[in-house]
């Protein structure tokens, strides 16, 4: 199955939420990098994590996303 990379949150917590989130909706999701991320200490993981899903839930992982990103900003 085809995956796509449709996220890349700013910490290895904020990734983890995410992933539960779109599992809570039927989405196959996965983190990526988070095993890089420990020898980094307390430096941001800038593009070393990434949360992907196959491709058939892509739209509706945008979508998922997409919602909480808006309600994250208010």
Do not use: W
């Not at 993981?45 to 808006?70: C, M, R």
């Amino acid at each position: 199955m085809s995956r796509i990379k449709i996220y890349e949150p700013a910490t290895l917590i904020e990734a983890h939420l995410l992933r539960g989130m779109l599992q809570q909706f039927g989405i196959e999701a996965e983190v990526h990098g988070d095993t890089l991320v420990g020898g980094m200490g307390e430096l941001p993981a800038a593009g070393l994590i990434f949360i992907s899903v196959p491709n058939t839930q892509k739209q509706e992982a945008f979508q998922i996303l997409h919602d909480y990103e808006s309600s994250a900003s208010c």
